[in-house]
T-cell receptor, first 114, second 109 residues
Framework: SQTIHQWPATLVQPVGSPLSLECTVEGTSNPNLYWYRQAAGRGLQLLFYSVGIGQISSEVPQNLSASRPQDRQFILSSKKLLLSDSGFYLC?????????????FGPGTRLTVL | GQNIDQPTEMTATEGAIVQINCTYQTSGFNGLFWYQQHAGEAPTFLSYNVLDGLEEKGRFSSFLSRSKGYSYLLLKELQMKDSASYLCAALDSNYQLIWGAGTKLIIKP
């Protein structure tokens, strides 16, 4: 069966510090991978998605970036965090390239920028 | 623009039935998802509708009307563990999910 891991689970970082969040998927090959952010009491905002190694599409221009160095690894990064980057970061995967397939979420990382 | 509307919060009683509505406006349409999200946790998949009509899964059912741009999630025999946010999301013509802000469902004994 497929599983998705995210770490760390929680993170408190000062403004201006760098960020690296990691997501890995097991039990499937060539998944679509997604990074979302959810602000408190808000809906999900798609940040990046990837259909393959090295292929990243950005949905929202900002100080975040994403990389996919391996088939089942997706990394979210920032060089300098802003207060507005605080939120719940969720990684998700699905299996079809143009996907009506369901997206399944990892456990999430709660980021607080102080 | 693309938009999903659902109520912010609903309250229901344990053992009762509740219907959570969702209306959508998207560029093209390839289906409607419902997810459940408990506080502090990730969303989990509940249902997917692409054809008009009702899909039943145990205590949960989901309905879709494509002509009206409307869906609802029906929860029967409510249990305290059903207290959660319920997210509606529509898949547009580019196969991108457009998410609603979620409906927080509060179950009272």
């Amino acid at each position: 069966s497929q599983t998705i891991h995210q770490w760390p689970a929680t993170l408190v970082q000062p403004v201006g510090s760098p960020l690296s969040l990691e997501c890995t998927v097991e039990g499937t090959s060539n998944p679509n991978l997604y990074w979302y952010r959810q602000a408190a009491g808000r809906g999900l905002q798609l940040l990046f998605y990837s259909v393959g190694i090295g292929q990243i599409s950005s949905e929202v221009p900002q100080n975040l970036s994403a990389s996919r160095p391996q088939d089942r690894q997706f990394i979210l990064s920032s060089k300098k965090l802003l207060l507005s980057d605080s939120g719940f970061y969720l990684c998700a995967w699905s299996t079809l390239p143009t996907s009506t397939d369901t997206q399944y979420f990892g456990p999430g990382t709660r980021l607080t920028v102080l | 623009g693309q938009n999903i509307d659902q109520p912010t919060e609903m309250t229901a009683t344990e053992g009762a039935i509740v219907q959570i509505n969702c209306t959508y406006q998207t560029s093209g349409f390839n289906g409607l998802f419902w997810y459940q999200q408990h506080a502090g946790e990730a969303p989990t998949f509940l249902s997917y509708n692409v054809l008009d009509g009702l899909e039943e899964k145990g205590r949960f059912s989901s309905f879709l009307s494509r002509s009206k741009g409307y869906s609802y999630l029906l929860l029967k025999e409510l249990q305290m563990k059903d207290s959660a946010s319920y997210l509606c999301a529509a898949l547009d013509s580019n196969y991108q999910l457009i998410w609603g802000a979620g409906t927080k469902l509060i179950i009272k004994p």
